[in-house]
């Protein structure tokens, strides 16, 4: 997913209180010192996204200063995003790099062509025009009602749920 920026100062104290020392404060021959306490808020971060319950396989973060780097597997693109989030809305993390993958499959962009219609989408995409109603719920507020497109748009169209395909 990419590189999201925090506000360093703003979120969940998970690394202590005011007299936790900031890592700018540590010299390079405190080098080994800043190693262990990058390891130290990465375990915090972990348990964090543990104790939200997130399902995350494999998860694994690693701390280099202010930038926490997440990896491991999704179930959803919901629950990648709820990682960013919680890791990143701590008090000393000003990057979070989403290196995470997710199980679902990704929607893709669909650009509304003239003559079209949401069925006719449907069955470009799920070989069945009846099922225009998940295009429409996917695109739901931009979209007020299935039959208002127009060419040009770009609609998201999800991945087929398994229980209908």
């Avoid at 130290?40 to 964090?48: E, P």
């Avoid at 679902?104 to 650009?111: D, I, K, L, M, N």
């Amino acid at each position: 997913m990419g590189l999201f920026d925090f506000v360093k100062d703003a979120g969940a104290k998970l690394f202590g209180g005011d007299d936790a020392p900031e890592p700018e404060m540590i010299t390079a021959a405190d080098s080994n010192a800043s190693q262990q306490m990058d390891t130290l808020r990465a375990k915090q971060l972990a348990s964090r996204v543990r104790d939200l319950g997130l399902p995350i396989e494999g998860l694994s973060i690693r701390v280099d200063g202010e930038t926490a780097t997440v990896s491991g597997v999704a179930e959803t693109q919901g629950d990648r995003e709820k990682v960013v989030l919680a890791v990143g809305n701590v008090a000393g993390i000003s990057q979070v790099d989403d290196q995470m993958t997710v199980k679902e499959p990704a929607s893709v962009f669909h650009t509304v062509q003239s003559g079209e219609s949401l069925s006719k989408i449907s069955k470009e995409h799920y070989g069945d025009p009846m099922k225009y109603n998940l295009i429409f719920e996917a695109n739901k507020p931009m979209l007020e009602h299935p039959d208002k497109i127009y060419p040009g748009q770009v609609l998201r169209i999800p991945a087929l749920p398994e229980a209908t395909e």
